[in-house]
C-alpha cells in the first residue's frame, strides 16, 4: 500500500494556472480508474474537489479540473485565487479493495 | 443537512483503548459505505478503514489490522471504530467519511483527535 507521489509545493501567482501531479507505483492503470482529489484549509476537514478522474461535484469551480495518462493522475487549477491557497491530496481506490492517498502538495498563491 | 460529527476522542496511553463514533444526519446512511481516514499533526491524509452499507465488506490498511475494529449501526446511524492496543503512531485527528459511486468521499466530518501518550 505505498503512497501515491506529488509533489510537495507548487506555487502561481494570481490568473495563472497550475498542475499537481499524482503518481502510482503500479503499472496496473486500473488501479487508478477511481481517483479523487480533495482540498484541505489549515484546521479543517478535507472537501471532494475531482472524483472519477475528471468530474466536479456541484458547487467546485470549473476552474478546477483532472485528467489521467496511464499511472499518472493531474489536477489543473486555471485562473488561481488567494482561496485555493490550501493542501490536495489525491487517493485513488484500488484493486486490493484499499485506498491509497498521495502524499499532499501545498499550492502557495504568490 | 447532510452532516457527520465525530466523537470519543482524547488522551491514552499507549496500549490503551477508545472506542470512535460518527454520527450522521440528514442522509439514508444506511445506503451508503463509509470510511475512517486519519491524519497525523503535520502529515498528510491516511486511509484507516472502510465498511459497506450492510457491513459485508471491512477492509484496514495494514498498520492497523487486529487492532481496530469497524463497525455500525444503521437504525442508530451511527458509525464506529474500536481502536486497540494503541501506539504513539496513531496520534491523529480521526474523521469519518461517507462513500458515494466511485469509491469517492463526499462527505466529511470535522474530526476527533486521538493522542496516545504516556
Known sequence: QSALTQPASVSGSPGQSITISCTGPSSDTSDYAYVSWYQQHPGKAPKLMIYAVNNRPSGVSNRFSGSKSGNTASLTISGLQAEDEADYYCTSYTSSRTYVFGTGTKVTVL | EVQLVE??????????????????????????????????????????????????????????KGRFTISRDNAKDSLYLQVNSLRAEDTAVYYCARVTGAYYMDVWGKGTTVTVSS
Open chain 2, 7 to 64: 466523537s470519543g476522542g482524547g488522551l491514552v496511553k499507549p496500549g490503551g483503548s477508545l472506542r470512535l463514533s460518527c454520527a450522521a444526519s440528514g442522509f439514508t446512511f444506511s445506503s451508503y459505505s463509509m470510511n475512517w481516514v486519519r491524519q497525523a499533526p503535520g502529515k498528510g491524509l491516511e486511509w484507516v478503514s472502510y465498511i459497506s452499507s450492510s457491513s459485508t465488506y471491512i477492509y484496514y490498511v495494514d498498520s492497523v
